[in-house]
């Protein structure tokens, strides 16, 4: 039996008009689907000198030539946006182009909860997906060439209701999804987990299954379409912060007659449990953070509605909910009581993919070269892995596992965020996970040092490298160490690069994670300047020659240093908060209340916004906005 893959990119060019989103098939021996924007941008040609047979030049840090152009790492940006893998579906011939199946005038992208995610579900030759225009459903077959996509919802004369995390329901014949409605107030939207028909060619209004509360993700059905798993929460928290597991009872009818509530119920256990998923077997797992503050993989026993911890590690098996449709573990096939579960999970700074076994408790690690990984889905013996490394730009990879499903027998990349990359290998800067003191005694933070490189040119031995230190988004984001062209920009020509990984950052547990928690401004700005500081100290960067930058909320962190501190020199914000009232004021929904648990009271809002103390800037800083953003 062939099976058939999902995958969902984009790639993000300088550009008035919105990305356009396709599906596409690419196969590899199996069916594959994925999107992708259609505008493309070649890089440059490379013309290098051989460091082999020529000694360096001398000459200063920041001054090196290097083919890594503007244009290379535009032409790099490609992003994927999830996978899924089906059972069915015919193979096709190995080292075929990868062929659209949307047609061009549709783009795959949602924009539930301002950041979509899951945009698309697949079954068998069936393919639904929200389009990106109107925000509406369509199905498509991916049978045939040439099929057109035909909408399964209302038109609401413009993009107003929007659909995300959905799957298919054969026991009724429907598609389950999260519904979005801005229709009476796009900054309070109303979200609900809803029933669109599929048996009948005329459009209906969506059912509601679930509803009343701020927020919906995760609609997950067992096998036989009999109970129904679902993530939700309330306003002022985040899903990060806290959120509930539930599981309710479907009657002949398709509606939901009970309801248990799994984990997140107890005010005595502070937890934020993600991804359930049903096993063949009809046995619900999920994922929470309870007990060691870090999210592991743990199975609910129905009978005495209980959860069990299935490997106990101080390492994160999945990330924020910062989009919807995460797939951070899948099911094997497996015979016997046992279950194995294709993981990852996140310690010290880098990911790992490994094989768990609920019954023993056993974790089998799996070599292969992504020291990055995000969704994974799985196929009998093949693994479909989304992952990076600092060689390796994103990817999707087919990895093969032998019979006992504990190693892997072939690993094989089957597509690539940037095929060309490679071919500037030889200026990559190879990413130093580095501990600094924080300001506060005793805690530590991290980032990822990047040193200048380059096969040609070197800087004389008195010579201290100016340093670029970049603040990421979020905030409650993280940084990796995976292959980022916008960094070896700046390193291939005699730069240093920091990537910050600041209190308040995710895959190091609730712990660090809270440090942020009425602190935004303060603690990462601190942990910033600390990093500066502790990389000069270290002889790794010229105290006269910091600069600073960041997008979004690393905007902020960048504006807030530059304003309350003297630490940089210049910097460069791109489209980042100045004012945090503004924000809190005309944000969409999802993070409305985002801002209380991080800043505080009026006081705090007023105080921390650099907007107020524009008197204060005293280096040059360049501002990048977009039109369309008004906060």
């Known amino acids: 039996m062939a099976f058939s893959a999902i995958a969902s990119f984009s790639r993000f060019t300088v550009s008035t008009s919105p990305s356009t989103y396709r599906l596409c098939l690419n196969p590899i021996g199996r069916r594959v689907v994925f999107t992708i924007c259609a505008k493309k941008i070649h890089p440059h040609s490379l013309t290098t000198m051989a460091s082999s047979t020529i000694e360096k030049l001398t000459a200063p840090y920041g001054s090196w030539k290097s083919p890594i152009s503007a244009d290379v790492v535009s032409g790099a940006s490609k992003r994927l946006g999830g996978s899924a893998v089906d059972a069915h579906g015919q193979g096709e011939k190995p080292g075929d182009e990868p062929t659209d199946i949307t047609p061009k005038e549709f783009g795959v992208r949602t924009v539930a909860q301002e950041y979509g995610g899951g945009a698309f579900s697949i079954s068998g030759d069936t393919v639904i997906f929200s389009n990106y225009k109107d925000q509406r459903l369509y199905r498509q ?339 990796d160490g995976s292959l980022n062209l916008s960094i070896q920009y700046w390193t291939s020509r005699g730069w240093a690069v920091v990537d910050v990984n600041y209190g308040g950052s995710t895959g190091y547990g609730r712990e660090f994670r809270e440090r942020l928690l009425g602190s935004w401004g303060i603690v990462d700005v601190n942990d910033c300047c600390s990093c500066a500081k502790f990389l000069v100290e270290s002889g790794k960067a010229d105290p006269e020659r910091l600069c600073i930058t960041g997008g979004s909320a690393g905007g902020y962190t960048t504006l807030a240093a530059l304003a309350f501190r003297d630490t940089f020199k210049a910097g460069a914000s791109l489209y980042g908060v100045a004012d945090l009232s503004l924000l809190r004021a005309e944000t969409h929904k999802f993070e409305s209340r985002y801002l209380d648990n991080l800043v505080g009271g009026e006081k705090e809002y007023f105080e921390r916004s650099p907007i107020n103390f524009v008197d204060k800037f005293s280096c040059p800083i360049i501002l990048f906005q977009g039109l369309e953003d008004k906060v």
């Open 141 to 479: 077959s991916i049978k045939s060439q040439g099929s057109f996509p035909v909408p399964i919802t209302t038109d609401y004369g413009g993009p107003v209701v929007s659909y995300a995390d959905g799957v298919f329901d054969s026991r009724f014949d429907r598609f389950i999804t999260v519904m979005e409605d801005r229709r009476e107030s796009s900054t309070n939207a109303t979200t609900t987990i809803v029933a669109v028909p599929l048996s009948d060619n005329t459009i209906q209004e969506p059912k509601i299954l679930v509803s009343g509360n701020d927020f919906y993700a995760f609609p997950r059905l067992d096998s036989n379409g009999e109970r129904i798993a679902w993530l939700e929460w309330s306003h002022p928290n985040m899903p990060w912060d806290k959120s509930q597991l539930w599981v309710g009872y479907i009657s002949e009818n398709g509606d939901i007659y009970k309801r248990v509530c799994v984990a997140g119920s107890d005010p005595t256990i502070v937890e934020s449990p993600t991804e359930p998923k049903w096993s063949s077997k009809g046995e619900l797992f999920f994922i929470t953070d309870r007990k060691n503050g870090f999210w592991n993989l743990f199975k609910w026993i129905e009978s005495k509605n209980e959860v069990l911890p299935l490997y106990p590690l101080n390492a994160e098996f999945t990330k924020p909910l910062w989009v919807f449709g995460i797939n951070s573990y899948d099911f094997i096939e497996s015979n016997g009581d046992k279950n194995l579960i294709a993981c990852s999970y996140r310690q010290n700074g880098r990911s790992y993919l490994g094989i768990l076994n609920d019954t023993q408790h056993s974790l089998s690690l799996l070599d292969i070269p992504f020291t990055d990984i995000d969704n994974i889905s799985s196929w009998k013996h093949t693994l479909i892995v989304e992952g990076a490394s600092a060689t390796h730009p994103s990817s999707v990879a087919k990895v093969i596992l032998d019979n006992c499903k504990l190693e892997v027998v072939d690993f094989k990349i089957v597509w690539s965020a940037s095929t060309d990359s490679l071919k500037y290998e030889s200026y990559f800067s190879s990413p130093e996970l580095i501990e600094f003191p924080t300001e506060v005694s005793g805690q530590n933070a991290y980032a990822y040092y990047y040193p200048p490189s380059n096969p040609v040119y070197q800087a004389s031995s008195e010579e201290k490298p100016p340093l670029l230190l970049k603040s990421h988004g979020g905030p409650t984001s993280e940084t």
